[in-house]
């Protein structure tokens, strides 16, 4: 997977999807993932299109794994800073 989760176009002839699907039922506790801060495109879009609004910053936590049928776990969430967004993650390691 070349794209990062937040990257890949979502926009649709109907216009931007509301935020993108997090994977609430796996967590991310034990594992080692990526912690990014996503930039956001005129203040509310992320790079892929996806409407978020404006507000405290956005990131993003994910991980590949070799699962075919996943490919890749990715969770969003809202936090001032990459501390205060770690300590949303209880239990997971990141790279740097």
Do not use: E
């Amino acid at each position: 997977m070349n794209q990062l989760p937040y990257q890949v176009n979502v926009s649709s002839r109907y216009g931007a999807p509301m935020g993108r699907a997090s994977d609430p039922f796996v967590s991310l506790a034990g594992r080692t993932v990526h912690l990014r801060r996503i930039r956001l495109v005129d203040y509310d879009y992320d790079p892929g299109g996806a409407y978020w609004g404006s507000g405290v910053p956005l990131w993003c936590a994910w991980v590949d794994v070799a699962d075919a049928r996943v490919g890749r776990l990715a969770v969003y969430l809202r936090a001032k800073d990459r501390n205060a967004a770690k300590a949303k993650l209880p239990g997971t390691r990141f790279y740097r």
